[in-house]
DNA sequence: ACCCTCCCGGAAAGCGGTTTCCAAGTCTGC
DNA sequence: GCAGACTTGGAAACCGCTTTCCGGGAGGGT
């Protein structure tokens, strides 16, 4: 490989004046030098070694962003924003898929603690799990004592900057819009119990029910995906006329199972998610939703956590109940 | 920071020894000096620094993928694969978009082989601009010669290890199938004349039309994306019976422009895709597709990358022709 | 003309690890 | 009981770059 001592020997000058031209410092070199080196460094096709430069200069410019599972738009999404974010900064952008293992979260945290990155972006829902949440909170301050940033786009359990979709709010309104539509037998395919973003839609969506005086939705717990969606859609009973999805992509899979068996949405029942995946609007029939502006979540998230010293910010960021197809007018 | 040497104080031995317990090393260490310094690093919160490493060791844990846009299942899941295949490798991966923009390409593979990240596997179609590939090529080539290892899936145009779906033989056999359905008047929305992947596919779907002795499509240009495919399907002769959009999500632009216009698919009109997104699978009508495994893809394109010198590799993916509800066949 | 800045080039000290090379034990085998 | 082979700990060189500190020369004010 070819270093900046070969270049500056090939140039004839010395290794300061060499790093001084080629990796951008305060100080000026004079225009003869300078061209010397460019050209040498050309020549040479020299390639600063980042490793040595973060070394030496005790910050790098990467920042890692930590997702569950890429596939899964809402984190492609996330980590879309987040990276379009850093790119404009400079920043490059180191990539950890969890697959939904906590641990692994923890591994990652303390693997890119390791690589002195920037910041640390953590998407995607938190766990009920104190003792797990705890020790993530503990890798997270470790790496901040060290002068890390970090930034999450959930709930605001780890004591870092967090960008919160008001999950809540967001199911509750759509709780009363499909009620306004003259709904009141609900079901809701809840998710996994320990889920944070699951539980707080859940939640959302049952106290707005009962606000209204309606009657309790039934409550069908299970996988966060597609194939949860689907296999939680056969277990909701024949008196319920509007089910909601605590995801799109759940909300997807359900449509499947009623199609399957021959169930007419929304004719027959009616059926809601959560999120508003771009890559889904064109599904049939189109999914009512709660819009969360995903993109612009994870590049918020970003500046959070690049943002210099300041107390820890938590921003709520408002879901848009969009009503489409897939929920009808209750007569 | 916490550095080794405040660990080897603390635990009262040398540097040497702190690293060679910490770190993995070849050498043994006896157990009381290893508990020792295991103790001093975990009371201390020592995390080894990567950079520092990199730069000893002059090899990082490091891969880097190259991909057009996240947020297209397609690159997606090609990426996945990839990841999941990195982390087998206890390998960190570090993600660029460029957002279509080939000069960022070049850009990425600068600043990994800057990064000095152990293999850079490149994702998605070339475009067919010689001038582009050249650079392109000589980036990789100068990466290589200090060391790095490259593979890219897409077409064989980079002097690199190539995972190549066979775009042509699938788009050909969907051809095949489709004529064995009974249509004869086709369409193909071929995305754009210089991307590669777009133009193998259209190209192959044409030549085995031609062998079958039938019409030649009406071929429109436009977008790789959503929006390409639905405007495309608005300049879609009547005469047409079937339309071949080059890529899954162009396709599903092209389902709802024609929902829109109240065109029925398939009874109208027959629409074929190419991938077999699986977020798409959902899809109503179902799509009539060509399935890559784009998750083995990525996987196989980092094993190729990883592998220790043998000549270049070409491996060919085939494509296989998946049958479903948007394609009729014709009485 | 002289003194004081200011500007620019180079030498060298780190940055935080790894690894080679020594030296001092510790085991063996006879 | 002792030479020779192993094992284990430490000192120090080195990885490639940044940056401080110095020194010499040019420019400017009086």
């Given at each position: 490989?070819?270093?900046?001592?070969?270049?500056?020997?090939?140039?004839?000058?010395?290794?300061?004046?060499?790093?001084?031209?080629?990796?951008?410092?305060?100080?000026?070199?004079?225009?003869?030098?300078?061209?010397?080196?460019?050209?040498?460094?050309?020549?040479?096709?020299?390639?600063?070694?980042?490793?040595?430069?973060?070394?030496?200069?005790?910050?790098?410019?990467?920042?890692?962003?930590?997702?569950?599972?890429?596939?899964?738009?809402?984190?492609?999404?996330?980590?879309?924003?987040?990276?379009?974010?850093?790119?404009?900064?400079?920043?490059?952008?180191?990539?950890?898929?969890?697959?939904r293992?906590p641990?692994?979260?923890?591994?990652?945290?303390?693997?890119?603690?390791?690589?002195?990155?920037?910041?640390?972006?953590?998407?995607?829902s938190r766990v009920a799990d104190p003792?797990v949440?705890?020790?993530?909170?503990?890798?997270?301050?470790?790496?901040?004592?060290?002068?890390?940033?970090?930034?999450?786009?959930?709930q605001?359990?780890?004591?870092?900057?967090?960008?919160?979709?008001?999950n809540?709010?967001?199911?509750?309104?759509?709780?009363?819009?499909?009620?306004?539509?003259?709904?009141?037998?609900?079901?809701v395919l809840a998710g996994p119990p320990h889920l944070v973003t699951a539980a707080d839609r859940c939640a959302g969506f049952r106290?707005?029910?009962?606000?209204?005086?309606?009657?309790?939705p039934q409550v069908i717990h299970g996988p966060f995906?597609?194939?949860g969606?689907?296999?939680a859609?056969?277990q909701?009973?024949?008196?319920?006329?509007?089910?909601?999805a605590v995801n799109?992509?759940m909300?997807?899979?359900?449509?499947?199972?009623?199609?399957?068996?021959?169930?007419?949405?929304?004719?027959?029942?009616?059926?809601?998610?959560?999120?508003?995946?771009?890559?889904?609007?064109?599904?049939?029939?189109?999914?009512?939703?709660?819009?969360?502006?995903?993109?612009?979540?994870?590049?918020?998230?970003?500046?959070?956590?690049?943002?210099?010293?300041?107390?820890?910010?938590?921003?709520?960021?408002?879901?848009?109940?969009?009503?489409?197809?897939?929920?009808?007018?209750?007569?």
């Amino acid at each position: 490989m070819v270093t900046l001592e070969d270049v500056a020997k090939q140039a004839g000058v010395s290794l300061a004046t060499a790093s001084r031209v080629l990796n951008g410092s305060t100080r000026q070199v004079g225009a003869a030098l300078r061209a010397r080196v460019e050209q040498a460094a050309d020549e040479l096709g020299y390639r600063a070694n980042i490793a040595a430069q973060t070394l030496a200069r005790g910050a790098s410019n990467v920042i890692g962003i930590v997702v569950h599972d890429l596939t899964d738009p809402y984190f492609a999404a996330l980590a879309d924003g987040a990276m379009r974010a850093a790119a404009t900064e400079g920043l490059l952008v180191m990539v950890g898929t969890t697959h939904r293992d906590p641990e692994q979260e923890i591994a990652y945290v303390r693997t890119l603690h390791a690589q002195r990155v920037r910041a640390v972006l953590l998407a995607g829902s938190r766990v009920a799990d104190p003792a797990v949440t705890g020790r993530l909170r503990e890798e997270l301050a470790r790496y901040q004592e060290g002068g890390g940033r970090a930034a999450c786009v959930g709930q605001d359990l780890l004591g870092v900057d967090t960008v919160a979709p008001a999950n809540r709010q967001g199911a509750a309104e759509l709780a009363r819009a499909l009620a306004g539509l003259g709904h009141t037998r609900f079901a809701v395919l809840a998710g996994p119990p320990h889920l944070v973003t699951a539980a707080d839609r859940c939640a959302g969506f049952r106290e707005a029910l009962d606000e209204l005086g309606l009657p309790a939705p039934q409550v069908i717990h299970g996988p966060f995906d597609r194939d949860g969606g689907y296999a939680a859609a056969n277990q909701v009973g024949a008196e319920v006329t509007c089910v909601f999805a605590v995801n799109d992509v759940m909300a997807v899979g359900a449509l499947a199972a009623y199609r399957e068996r021959g169930v007419r949405v929304p004719e027959d029942v009616s059926v809601a998610g959560f999120d508003d995946i771009v890559t889904l609007r064109d599904h049939v029939p189109a999914l009512t939703t709660v819009r969360l502006p995903l993109k612009d979540m994870g590049a918020r998230a970003l500046e959070l956590a690049l943002n210099e010293d300041r107390p820890v910010a938590v921003e709520q960021v408002a879901g848009e109940v969009v009503l489409r197809e897939s929920v009808r007018r209750m007569t």
